[in-house]
Protein backbone atom coordinates (compact mmCIF):
# COMPACT_ATOMS: atom_id res chain seq x y z
CA UNK A 1 0.00 0.00 0.00
CA UNK A 2 1.26 3.59 -0.64
CA UNK A 3 0.40 6.80 -0.04
CA UNK A 4 -0.96 8.76 -2.74
CA UNK A 5 1.51 11.46 -3.00
CA UNK A 6 4.32 11.06 -0.84
CA UNK A 7 6.31 14.16 0.32
CA UNK A 8 9.45 15.36 -1.25
CA UNK A 9 12.66 13.77 0.32
CA UNK A 10 13.91 17.32 1.21
CA UNK A 11 10.43 18.55 2.17
CA UNK A 12 10.36 15.19 4.15
CA UNK A 13 14.21 15.65 5.87
CA UNK A 14 13.49 19.31 6.60
CA UNK A 15 10.41 18.39 8.36
CA UNK A 16 11.93 15.02 10.57
CA UNK A 17 14.62 17.15 11.47
CA UNK A 18 12.45 19.55 13.49
CA UNK A 19 9.94 16.48 15.37
CA UNK A 20 11.98 13.48 15.00
CA UNK A 21 10.93 10.43 12.96
CA UNK A 22 8.56 9.71 15.98
CA UNK A 23 6.83 12.81 14.91
CA UNK A 24 6.28 11.94 11.46
CA UNK A 25 4.14 9.39 9.45
CA UNK A 26 4.44 8.85 5.95
CA UNK A 27 3.64 4.90 6.63
CA UNK A 28 0.62 3.92 4.16
CA UNK A 29 -0.73 1.54 7.22
CA UNK A 30 -0.01 4.30 9.84
CA UNK A 31 -2.03 6.86 7.55
CA UNK A 32 -4.97 4.85 7.70
CA UNK A 33 -5.84 5.81 11.23
CA UNK A 34 -5.88 9.74 9.98
CA UNK A 35 -8.27 9.01 6.74
CA UNK A 36 -11.58 10.38 8.31
CA UNK A 37 -12.57 11.99 11.44
CA UNK A 38 -15.69 10.58 13.08
CA UNK A 39 -17.79 11.49 10.50
CA UNK A 40 -16.68 8.53 8.34
CA UNK A 41 -18.22 9.38 5.11
CA UNK A 42 -16.01 11.75 4.39
CA UNK A 43 -12.55 10.17 3.57
CA UNK A 44 -8.91 11.55 2.30
CA UNK A 45 -5.52 10.25 2.20
CA UNK A 46 -2.85 12.51 4.21
CA UNK A 47 1.03 12.91 2.36
CA UNK A 48 1.78 13.00 5.88
CA UNK A 49 0.95 13.75 9.92
CA UNK A 50 2.53 15.73 11.63
CA UNK A 51 2.77 15.55 15.49
CA UNK A 52 4.87 18.48 17.15
CA UNK A 53 5.18 18.13 20.95
CA UNK A 54 6.10 21.97 21.66
CA UNK A 55 5.02 24.74 20.37
CA UNK A 56 8.57 25.85 18.58
CA UNK A 57 8.48 22.87 17.04
CA UNK A 58 5.11 23.10 15.39
CA UNK A 59 5.83 27.08 14.44
CA UNK A 60 8.78 25.32 12.62
CA UNK A 61 6.61 22.80 11.41
CA UNK A 62 4.50 25.51 9.77
CA UNK A 63 7.47 27.37 8.77
CA UNK A 64 8.76 24.30 6.86
CA UNK A 65 5.56 23.66 4.95
CA UNK A 66 5.22 27.07 4.33
CA UNK A 67 8.54 27.69 2.18
CA UNK A 68 7.80 24.03 0.75
CA UNK A 69 3.98 25.73 -0.59
CA UNK A 70 2.51 22.67 0.90
CA UNK A 71 -0.89 23.43 2.47
CA UNK A 72 -1.77 21.82 6.14
CA UNK A 73 -4.87 20.32 7.89
CA UNK A 74 -4.84 21.29 11.65
CA UNK A 75 -6.07 18.06 13.48
CA UNK A 76 -6.91 17.48 17.19
CA UNK A 77 -8.73 14.49 18.37
CA UNK A 78 -10.21 13.76 15.59
CA UNK A 79 -14.07 13.92 16.94
CA UNK A 80 -14.94 16.38 14.45
CA UNK A 81 -18.28 15.41 12.72
CA UNK A 82 -18.15 17.27 9.55
CA UNK A 83 -14.90 15.85 7.55
CA UNK A 84 -13.06 18.72 8.78
CA UNK A 85 -9.46 17.36 9.86
CA UNK A 86 -9.51 15.39 6.74
CA UNK A 87 -6.51 15.46 4.23
CA UNK A 88 -7.51 15.58 0.84
CA UNK A 89 -3.75 14.94 -0.47
CA UNK A 90 -2.26 17.58 2.12
CA UNK A 91 -0.12 17.20 5.19
CA UNK A 92 -2.33 16.68 8.53
CA UNK A 93 -0.30 18.88 11.51
CA UNK A 94 -1.78 16.90 15.16
CA UNK A 95 -1.86 18.42 18.12
CA UNK A 96 -2.61 15.80 20.55
CA UNK A 97 1.32 15.80 22.31
CA UNK A 98 1.12 19.77 22.82
CA UNK A 99 -1.53 18.49 25.69
CA UNK A 100 -0.26 20.85 28.60
CA UNK A 101 -2.10 22.54 31.28
CA UNK A 102 0.14 25.69 31.39
CA UNK A 103 -1.03 27.37 34.28
CA UNK A 104 -4.29 27.81 36.17
CA UNK A 105 -5.01 31.16 37.90
CA UNK A 106 -7.85 30.42 40.81
CA UNK A 107 -8.06 33.95 41.85
CA UNK A 108 -8.56 35.56 37.86
CA UNK A 109 -10.44 31.91 37.59
CA UNK A 110 -8.24 31.36 34.18
CA UNK A 111 -6.52 28.57 32.23
CA UNK A 112 -4.29 28.77 29.95
CA UNK A 113 -3.35 25.85 27.67
CA UNK A 114 -2.06 24.20 24.57
CA UNK A 115 -4.23 22.89 22.06
CA UNK A 116 -4.34 19.74 22.64
CA UNK A 117 -5.59 19.75 25.95
CA UNK A 118 -8.35 16.71 25.93
CA UNK A 119 -11.42 19.55 27.34
CA UNK A 120 -12.77 16.79 30.42
CA UNK A 121 -8.99 17.64 31.47
CA UNK A 122 -9.63 21.44 32.42
CA UNK A 123 -12.52 20.83 34.63
CA UNK A 124 -10.40 17.74 36.27
CA UNK A 125 -7.36 19.88 36.58
CA UNK A 126 -9.67 22.89 37.87
CA UNK A 127 -11.85 21.43 40.65
CA UNK A 128 -9.61 21.19 43.24
CA UNK A 129 -9.61 25.24 43.29
CA UNK A 130 -13.68 24.82 43.25
CA UNK A 131 -14.05 25.89 39.62
CA UNK A 132 -14.96 23.99 36.16
CA UNK A 133 -14.62 24.84 32.60
CA UNK A 134 -18.45 25.10 30.94
CA UNK A 135 -18.43 23.99 27.71
CA UNK A 136 -19.00 20.14 27.80
CA UNK A 137 -19.05 18.77 24.39
CA UNK A 138 -20.23 15.30 24.52
CA UNK A 139 -17.54 14.25 23.11
CA UNK A 140 -15.42 15.87 26.04
CA UNK A 141 -13.28 12.79 26.86
CA UNK A 142 -11.54 12.85 23.86
CA UNK A 143 -11.65 16.29 22.26
CA UNK A 144 -9.21 18.86 22.41
CA UNK A 145 -9.46 22.68 23.47
CA UNK A 146 -8.19 23.53 20.17
CA UNK A 147 -10.45 21.62 18.20
CA UNK A 148 -13.90 22.79 20.16
CA UNK A 149 -12.15 26.96 19.30
CA UNK A 150 -12.08 25.54 16.16
CA UNK A 151 -15.16 24.45 15.31
CA UNK A 152 -17.10 26.83 18.29
CA UNK A 153 -18.21 23.70 20.57
CA UNK A 154 -21.16 23.22 22.57
CA UNK A 155 -22.48 20.78 24.52
CA UNK A 156 -26.11 19.53 26.20
CA UNK A 157 -24.76 22.24 28.89
CA UNK A 158 -24.01 25.00 26.78
CA UNK A 159 -28.09 25.74 26.96
CA UNK A 160 -27.57 27.80 29.61
CA UNK A 161 -23.57 28.26 29.85
CA UNK A 162 -23.33 29.50 26.42
CA UNK A 163 -20.39 27.70 23.69
CA UNK A 164 -17.03 27.95 23.98
CA UNK A 165 -16.56 31.41 22.28
CA UNK A 166 -18.45 32.40 25.80
CA UNK A 167 -15.15 31.20 27.27
CA UNK A 168 -12.50 32.19 25.64
CA UNK A 169 -10.51 35.24 26.91
CA UNK A 170 -7.78 34.85 24.23
CA UNK A 171 -5.51 32.70 21.37
CA UNK A 172 -1.99 32.86 20.27
CA UNK A 173 -2.53 31.66 16.94
CA UNK A 174 -0.32 30.45 14.11
CA UNK A 175 -1.00 31.82 9.88
CA UNK A 176 0.02 29.86 7.27
CA UNK A 177 2.97 31.79 7.06
CA UNK A 178 4.59 31.15 10.56
CA UNK A 179 3.68 34.63 11.65
CA UNK A 180 2.85 34.05 15.27
CA UNK A 181 0.35 36.44 17.23
CA UNK A 182 -2.09 37.01 20.31
CA UNK A 183 -5.68 37.78 19.71
CA UNK A 184 -7.67 39.43 22.35
CA UNK A 185 -11.45 39.37 22.77
CA UNK A 186 -11.26 43.33 21.79
CA UNK A 187 -11.78 44.03 25.64
CA UNK A 188 -9.09 46.68 25.47
CA UNK A 189 -9.97 48.71 23.09
CA UNK A 190 -8.56 45.85 19.62
CA UNK A 191 -10.76 44.48 17.59
CA UNK A 192 -12.12 41.06 18.53
CA UNK A 193 -9.93 38.63 16.09
CA UNK A 194 -10.04 36.18 18.48
CA UNK A 195 -13.92 35.88 17.84
CA UNK A 196 -12.68 35.69 14.30
CA UNK A 197 -10.79 32.66 14.57
CA UNK A 198 -13.12 30.44 17.19
CA UNK A 199 -15.58 28.68 14.62
CA UNK A 200 -12.97 29.24 11.66
CA UNK A 201 -12.50 25.78 11.03
CA UNK A 202 -8.31 25.36 10.67
CA UNK A 203 -9.19 27.76 7.83
CA UNK A 204 -7.19 30.99 8.83
CA UNK A 205 -4.25 28.93 11.15
CA UNK A 206 -3.92 26.96 13.72
CA UNK A 207 -4.55 27.75 17.08
CA UNK A 208 -1.38 27.29 19.52
CA UNK A 209 -2.43 28.22 22.89
CA UNK A 210 -5.88 29.26 24.65
CA UNK A 211 -6.63 31.07 27.51
CA UNK A 212 -10.18 30.27 28.92
CA UNK A 213 -12.34 31.24 31.97
CA UNK A 214 -13.32 29.36 34.75
CA UNK A 215 -16.57 29.55 36.56
CA UNK A 216 -17.32 28.10 40.45
CA UNK A 217 -18.68 24.62 40.35
CA UNK A 218 -22.65 24.42 40.61
CA UNK A 219 -24.58 24.41 44.30
CA UNK A 220 -26.74 21.85 43.48
CA UNK A 221 -27.64 20.11 40.17
CA UNK A 222 -30.36 18.04 39.64
CA UNK A 223 -32.69 16.41 36.31
CA UNK A 224 -35.72 15.05 35.47
CA UNK A 225 -36.83 12.27 32.95
CA UNK A 226 -40.43 13.31 31.24
CA UNK A 227 -40.96 10.01 28.96
CA UNK A 228 -43.69 10.44 26.41
CA UNK A 229 -45.68 8.10 23.90
CA UNK A 230 -45.20 10.81 20.54
CA UNK A 231 -41.77 12.27 19.60
CA UNK A 232 -44.17 15.72 18.23
CA UNK A 233 -45.08 15.57 21.83
CA UNK A 234 -42.03 15.44 23.12
CA UNK A 235 -40.83 18.62 21.01
CA UNK A 236 -43.76 20.57 21.93
CA UNK A 237 -43.05 20.04 25.45
CA UNK A 238 -39.87 21.15 24.65
CA UNK A 239 -41.10 24.99 23.69
CA UNK A 240 -43.63 24.81 26.70
CA UNK A 241 -40.41 24.78 29.46
CA UNK A 242 -39.70 27.77 27.07
CA UNK A 243 -43.22 29.67 27.59
CA UNK A 244 -42.66 29.00 31.31
CA UNK A 245 -40.08 31.18 31.26
CA UNK A 246 -37.79 28.55 32.41
CA UNK A 247 -33.86 28.20 30.92
CA UNK A 248 -32.46 24.84 32.22
CA UNK A 249 -28.85 24.10 31.80
CA UNK A 250 -29.38 21.06 29.73
CA UNK A 251 -32.94 20.06 27.90
CA UNK A 252 -31.89 16.97 25.62
CA UNK A 253 -34.38 14.45 23.62
CA UNK A 254 -33.72 10.46 22.98
CA UNK A 255 -35.84 9.29 21.07
CA UNK A 256 -37.16 4.95 21.52
CA UNK A 257 -34.55 3.81 19.06
CA UNK A 258 -32.03 5.25 20.53
CA UNK A 259 -33.50 3.90 24.06
CA UNK A 260 -33.61 0.46 22.83
CA UNK A 261 -30.02 0.30 21.74
CA UNK A 262 -29.26 1.80 24.85
CA UNK A 263 -31.13 -0.62 27.44
CA UNK A 264 -29.68 -3.80 24.95
CA UNK A 265 -26.27 -2.53 25.84
CA UNK A 266 -23.91 -2.75 28.85
CA UNK A 267 -25.16 1.07 30.06
CA UNK A 268 -28.76 -0.35 30.51
CA UNK A 269 -30.09 1.76 32.80
CA UNK A 270 -33.83 0.19 33.12
CA UNK A 271 -35.69 2.91 31.14
CA UNK A 272 -38.85 2.05 29.47
CA UNK A 273 -38.27 1.01 25.85
CA UNK A 274 -41.96 1.21 24.80
CA UNK A 275 -41.68 5.41 24.71
CA UNK A 276 -41.74 6.99 21.87
CA UNK A 277 -39.31 9.25 23.54
CA UNK A 278 -37.63 10.61 26.66
CA UNK A 279 -36.57 14.65 27.47
CA UNK A 280 -33.97 15.05 29.99
CA UNK A 281 -34.02 18.26 31.56
CA UNK A 282 -31.48 19.21 33.81
CA UNK A 283 -31.39 22.48 36.78
CA UNK A 284 -28.46 24.36 38.53
CA UNK A 285 -28.99 26.79 41.29
CA UNK A 286 -29.76 27.07 44.72
CA UNK A 287 -31.55 24.14 46.20
CA UNK A 288 -34.89 25.93 46.55
CA UNK A 289 -34.60 27.49 42.98
CA UNK A 290 -33.65 24.10 41.31
CA UNK A 291 -36.81 22.66 43.36
CA UNK A 292 -38.66 25.40 41.93
CA UNK A 293 -37.55 24.94 38.39
CA UNK A 294 -37.92 21.41 38.48
CA UNK A 295 -41.60 21.78 39.03
CA UNK A 296 -41.93 23.75 36.53
CA UNK A 297 -40.20 21.63 33.59
CA UNK A 298 -42.60 18.71 35.31
CA UNK A 299 -45.49 20.93 34.61
CA UNK A 300 -44.68 21.70 30.89
CA UNK A 301 -43.84 17.58 29.99
CA UNK A 302 -47.28 17.04 31.97
CA UNK A 303 -49.13 19.56 29.69
CA UNK A 304 -47.55 17.82 26.78
CA UNK A 305 -49.33 14.19 27.77
CA UNK A 306 -46.11 13.16 28.99
CA UNK A 307 -46.58 9.56 30.60
CA UNK A 308 -44.04 9.73 33.34
CA UNK A 309 -42.03 12.34 34.99
CA UNK A 310 -39.19 10.53 37.09
CA UNK A 311 -37.20 13.41 39.15
CA UNK A 312 -33.90 12.11 40.06
CA UNK A 313 -33.67 11.73 44.38
CA UNK A 314 -29.63 11.57 44.26
CA UNK A 315 -26.78 11.42 42.33
CA UNK A 316 -26.95 8.02 41.52
CA UNK A 317 -30.35 8.24 39.87
CA UNK A 318 -29.46 11.72 38.06
CA UNK A 319 -26.48 9.66 36.34
CA UNK A 320 -28.67 7.03 35.23
CA UNK A 321 -30.82 9.67 33.84
CA UNK A 322 -27.88 11.38 31.42
CA UNK A 323 -26.48 7.51 30.92
CA UNK A 324 -28.58 7.24 27.91
CA UNK A 325 -27.93 10.72 26.41
CA UNK A 326 -24.12 9.82 27.13
CA UNK A 327 -24.05 6.37 26.02
CA UNK A 328 -26.25 6.73 22.83
CA UNK A 329 -23.63 7.46 19.78
CA UNK A 330 -21.60 4.83 20.77
CA UNK A 331 -24.48 2.33 20.74
CA UNK A 332 -25.09 2.60 17.60
CA UNK A 333 -22.36 0.62 16.99
CA UNK A 334 -24.68 -2.01 17.91
CA UNK A 335 -27.09 -1.65 14.84
CA UNK A 336 -24.56 -0.83 12.29
CA UNK A 337 -21.32 -0.12 11.19
CA UNK A 338 -21.09 3.46 10.49
CA UNK A 339 -23.28 6.42 11.23
CA UNK A 340 -24.24 9.77 9.55
CA UNK A 341 -25.35 12.40 11.66
CA UNK A 342 -27.02 15.69 10.46
CA UNK A 343 -26.43 19.15 12.65
CA UNK A 344 -29.12 21.13 12.28
CA UNK A 345 -30.52 24.01 14.22
CA UNK A 346 -34.21 24.82 13.90
CA UNK A 347 -36.97 27.34 15.68
CA UNK A 348 -37.85 25.24 18.95
CA UNK A 349 -41.31 26.03 17.94
CA UNK A 350 -40.83 23.68 14.66
CA UNK A 351 -39.67 20.57 16.40
CA UNK A 352 -43.25 19.34 17.25
CA UNK A 353 -43.73 18.86 13.07
CA UNK A 354 -40.22 18.36 12.22
CA UNK A 355 -39.54 15.73 14.46
CA UNK A 356 -42.39 13.10 12.49
CA UNK A 357 -41.16 14.67 9.33
CA UNK A 358 -37.33 13.59 9.81
CA UNK A 359 -38.60 9.83 10.86
CA UNK A 360 -40.30 10.04 7.22
CA UNK A 361 -37.59 11.06 5.34
CA UNK A 362 -35.87 8.65 7.18
CA UNK A 363 -38.04 5.46 6.57
CA UNK A 364 -38.90 6.74 3.18
CA UNK A 365 -35.59 5.84 2.20
CA UNK A 366 -35.49 2.44 4.38
CA UNK A 367 -32.93 3.74 6.75
CA UNK A 368 -32.72 3.25 10.35
CA UNK A 369 -32.90 6.58 12.72
CA UNK A 370 -31.87 6.99 15.87
CA UNK A 371 -32.42 10.66 17.15
CA UNK A 372 -30.53 11.92 20.50
CA UNK A 373 -29.52 15.94 20.36
CA UNK A 374 -29.82 19.40 22.25
CA UNK A 375 -33.73 20.01 22.14
CA UNK A 376 -33.34 22.63 24.17
CA UNK A 377 -31.31 24.89 21.48
CA UNK A 378 -33.44 23.18 19.12
CA UNK A 379 -30.11 21.29 17.64
CA UNK A 380 -31.49 18.22 15.62
CA UNK A 381 -28.66 15.39 15.76
CA UNK A 382 -30.81 13.10 13.30
CA UNK A 383 -28.26 9.65 13.15
CA UNK A 384 -28.82 7.42 9.93
CA UNK A 385 -26.86 4.44 10.21
CA UNK A 386 -25.99 2.48 7.25
CA UNK A 387 -23.17 0.27 6.14
CA UNK A 388 -20.95 1.90 3.84
CA UNK A 389 -19.96 -1.19 1.82
CA UNK A 390 -23.11 -0.67 1.04
CA UNK A 391 -23.10 1.73 -2.23
CA UNK A 392 -26.53 2.15 -2.66
CA UNK A 393 -27.47 2.53 1.22
CA UNK A 394 -24.58 5.39 1.30
CA UNK A 395 -26.81 7.08 -1.62
CA UNK A 396 -29.68 6.64 0.50
CA UNK A 397 -28.12 8.05 3.31
CA UNK A 398 -27.16 11.01 0.91
CA UNK A 399 -30.65 11.15 -0.22
CA UNK A 400 -31.88 11.31 3.13
CA UNK A 401 -29.89 13.80 4.76
CA UNK A 402 -30.06 15.98 2.38
CA UNK A 403 -33.56 16.07 2.34
CA UNK A 404 -33.69 16.79 6.27
CA UNK A 405 -31.05 19.71 5.69
CA UNK A 406 -33.19 21.61 3.40
CA UNK A 407 -36.39 20.80 5.43
CA UNK A 408 -34.84 21.55 8.17
CA UNK A 409 -33.44 25.31 6.26
CA UNK A 410 -37.09 25.75 4.72
CA UNK A 411 -38.44 26.00 8.22
CA UNK A 412 -35.96 28.56 9.33
CA UNK A 413 -33.51 26.59 10.95
CA UNK A 414 -29.34 26.73 10.09
CA UNK A 415 -27.27 24.19 8.34
CA UNK A 416 -25.21 23.57 11.23
CA UNK A 417 -25.08 23.81 15.12
CA UNK A 418 -21.60 23.36 16.53
CA UNK A 419 -20.32 20.34 14.22
CA UNK A 420 -19.62 22.82 11.64
CA UNK A 421 -19.53 22.77 7.71
CA UNK A 422 -16.01 20.94 7.42
CA UNK A 423 -15.65 19.05 3.77
CA UNK A 424 -19.69 17.75 4.18
CA UNK A 425 -21.80 21.01 4.61
CA UNK A 426 -19.51 23.12 1.95
CA UNK A 427 -22.11 22.05 -0.75
CA UNK A 428 -25.17 23.73 1.61
CA UNK A 429 -23.40 26.99 2.56
CA UNK A 430 -25.08 28.63 -0.69
CA UNK A 431 -28.51 27.63 0.75
CA UNK A 432 -28.10 29.69 3.70
CA UNK A 433 -25.86 32.66 2.32
CA UNK A 434 -25.69 34.70 -0.80
CA UNK A 435 -22.70 35.33 -3.20
CA UNK A 436 -22.22 39.03 -1.88
CA UNK A 437 -22.11 37.19 2.00
CA UNK A 438 -19.35 34.58 0.46
CA UNK A 439 -17.76 37.32 -1.36
CA UNK A 440 -16.81 38.58 2.23
CA UNK A 441 -15.97 35.30 4.00
CA UNK A 442 -13.56 34.77 1.20
CA UNK A 443 -12.12 38.41 1.21
CA UNK A 444 -11.66 38.29 5.03
CA UNK A 445 -10.13 34.77 4.55
CA UNK A 446 -7.53 35.60 2.15
CA UNK A 447 -6.34 38.49 4.40
CA UNK A 448 -5.31 36.10 6.01
CA UNK A 449 -4.31 33.00 4.30
CA UNK A 450 -3.44 34.59 0.65
CA UNK A 451 -2.56 31.06 -0.42
CA UNK A 452 -5.26 28.84 0.58
CA UNK A 453 -2.98 26.82 2.47
CA UNK A 454 -4.93 26.31 5.64
CA UNK A 455 -7.36 23.33 5.70
CA UNK A 456 -8.12 23.85 2.01
CA UNK A 457 -11.67 22.89 0.84
CA UNK A 458 -13.49 23.37 4.27
CA UNK A 459 -16.25 25.91 4.82
CA UNK A 460 -16.03 28.17 1.44
CA UNK A 461 -17.65 26.57 -1.19
CA UNK A 462 -15.40 27.37 -4.61
CA UNK A 463 -15.95 30.40 -6.87
CA UNK A 464 -17.61 28.09 -9.37
CA UNK A 465 -20.16 26.06 -6.90
CA UNK A 466 -21.41 29.20 -4.82
CA UNK A 467 -24.91 28.92 -6.79
CA UNK A 468 -27.67 26.89 -4.72
CA UNK A 469 -27.88 23.25 -5.80
C1 LIG B 1 -19.65 11.07 20.28
C2 LIG B 1 -19.46 12.49 19.85
C3 LIG B 1 -20.14 13.47 20.52
C4 LIG B 1 -19.98 14.82 20.14
N1 LIG B 1 -20.65 15.78 20.83
C5 LIG B 1 -20.48 17.06 20.51
C6 LIG B 1 -21.18 18.08 21.23
O1 LIG B 1 -21.93 17.81 22.17
N2 LIG B 1 -20.97 19.35 20.85
C7 LIG B 1 -20.14 19.69 19.83
O2 LIG B 1 -19.98 20.87 19.54
N3 LIG B 1 -19.47 18.74 19.13
C8 LIG B 1 -19.61 17.46 19.44
N4 LIG B 1 -18.93 16.50 18.73
C9 LIG B 1 -18.06 16.89 17.61
C10 LIG B 1 -16.56 17.10 17.99
O3 LIG B 1 -16.22 16.36 19.16
C11 LIG B 1 -16.24 18.58 18.18
O4 LIG B 1 -16.37 19.26 16.94
C12 LIG B 1 -14.83 18.84 18.73
O5 LIG B 1 -14.65 20.21 19.01
C13 LIG B 1 -13.72 18.41 17.79
O6 LIG B 1 -12.51 18.45 18.52
P1 LIG B 1 -11.25 17.60 18.01
O7 LIG B 1 -10.11 17.89 18.90
O8 LIG B 1 -11.60 16.18 17.87
O9 LIG B 1 -11.02 18.28 16.59
P2 LIG B 1 -10.81 17.60 15.16
O10 LIG B 1 -11.95 16.73 14.82
O11 LIG B 1 -9.47 17.01 15.10
O12 LIG B 1 -10.86 18.90 14.26
C14 LIG B 1 -12.05 19.62 14.11
C15 LIG B 1 -11.79 20.89 13.30
O13 LIG B 1 -10.98 21.77 14.04
C16 LIG B 1 -9.78 22.09 13.34
N5 LIG B 1 -8.73 22.14 14.37
C17 LIG B 1 -8.42 21.20 15.29
N6 LIG B 1 -7.43 21.65 16.09
C18 LIG B 1 -7.11 22.89 15.65
C19 LIG B 1 -6.16 23.88 16.04
N7 LIG B 1 -5.33 23.70 17.07
N8 LIG B 1 -6.12 25.04 15.36
C20 LIG B 1 -6.95 25.28 14.32
N9 LIG B 1 -7.86 24.38 13.90
C21 LIG B 1 -7.94 23.21 14.56
C22 LIG B 1 -9.62 20.98 12.32
O14 LIG B 1 -8.92 21.44 11.18
C23 LIG B 1 -11.06 20.64 11.99
O15 LIG B 1 -11.55 21.53 11.03
C24 LIG B 1 -19.09 15.16 19.07
C25 LIG B 1 -18.40 14.14 18.41
C26 LIG B 1 -18.59 12.82 18.78
C27 LIG B 1 -17.81 11.75 18.05
Not at 84 to 89: E, K, L, P, S, W
Not at 212 to 237: K, Q
Not at 409 to 435: C, N, Q, W
Request: include cysteine; hydrophobic fraction near 45%.
Amino acid sequence: MQALHPLPPDVENALEAVVGSNGLITDPVRLLAYESDALTTTRGTPRAVLLPESRQELIEVVRVLHSAGLPFVPRGAGTGLSGGAVAHDTVILTTTRLDRILRIDPEDRTALLEPGVVTAQISIAAAPYGLRYLPDPASATACTIGGNVAMNSGGPHCLKHGVTSDHVLGLEILLPDGTTTWLGRGADGGLDLAGLFIGSEGTIGIISSVLVGLSPLATETRALLGLFDGVGAAGAAVSEVFERGLVPVALELIDQATIRLVEASVFAVGLPTDVAAALVIECEGDPEDVEADLEIAAAACREHGAQEVRIARDETERLAIWQARKKAYGVLGRAAPDVFVQDAVVPRTELERLLPEIERIARGHGLRLANFFHAGDGNLHPNLMFDRRDAAEVQRVEQAGSEIMRLCVDAGGTITGEHGVGSDKVRYMPLMFGLDELDVMNRLHEAFDPDGSANPGKVLPAASSQEPE
